[in-house]
């Protein structure tokens, strides 16, 4: 298995433009999330997903939008890029089972995309 | 949003010692995790905790979550050079399991 793959790496963006990060994980995962990590602070959650067609606003959502048509897939999407949005982007995976939110495994996460909006 | 209180920020230690770390919360929680994030990497989890006064290791690492359920700790022993990076604590939150992160404390091995 790859677990959790991000593209691209990296990213240079002016003001105004758009992109998509792309986020892929072959575990067969149903939820994943999107994070943003500024420097010297922890992680923060954008938007999350807990299966295909159902995405729903993390902690700082505003900028973004999110879509999930398949399983393996979960694009983040910038509409109009804003140097408030430089950051390093983290997407995760786990697979969550049973009733009363007991999961059986672990979040997973990609190596991240350093997006620079100048 | 939630606030977790992680401490120190950083350390700079020598190879072979002992370092702590720990975080709070004024919320309880049912779940404390710890993760480790190499430079230029994902973070990757270390140990969960899932019930109050648990005590957990994982190799040289042990965890501890509080009686209270307002904190955890994380105890590194006899630290080797690739023990450097950021270690955040952090809770799920909701039953989605979002999780929310500390800031982070900065480690350094020197050798």
């Known amino acids: 298995n790859a677990g959790v793959t991000q593209t691209p790496k990296f990213r240079i963006l002016k003001i105004g433009q758009s992109m998509t990060l792309q986020c892929t994980q072959d575990m067969n995962h149903n939820y994943m999330y999107w994070y943003r990590q500024d420097p010297g602070m922890g992680l923060k959650l954008i938007y999350y997903s807990v299966g295909a067609g159902i995405t729903d606003k993390g902690e700082v959502p505003n900028g973004y939008n999110v879509s999930r048509s398949t399983t393996e897939d979960f694009p983040l999407r910038l509409e109009l890029a804003a140097p408030s949005q430089t950051s390093v982007y983290f997407c995760?995976?786990?697979?969550?089972?049973?009733?009363?939110?007991?999961?059986?495994?672990?979040?997973?996460f990609g190596p991240g995309t350093r997006l620079t909006v100048l | 949003g939630q606030q977790l209180n992680q401490s120190p920020q950083s350390m700079f230690i020598q190879e072979g010692e002992d370092v702590s770390m720990n975080c709070t919360s004024s919320s309880i929680f049912n779940t404390w995790l710890w993760y480790k994030q190499d430079p230029g990497e994902g973070p990757v989890l270390l140990i969960a905790?899932?019930?109050?006064?648990e005590l957990t290791s994982n190799g040289r690492l042990t965890a501890q979550f509080g009686i209270t359920r307002k904190d955890s700790f994380l105890n590194i022993s006899a630290s080797i050079p690739s023990d450097v990076g950021i270690y955040f604590c952090?809770?799920?939150?909701?039953?989605?399991?979002?999780?929310?992160f500390g800031k982070g404390m900065k480690l350094t091995v020197n050798p």
């Open positions: 905790l899932y019930k109050a006064g």
């Open positions: 995760a995976s786990t697979l969550l089972l049973g009733l009363a939110g007991v999961y059986t495994d672990t979040q997973y």
């Open positions: 952090a809770i799920t939150q909701g039953g989605s399991e979002k999780l929310v």
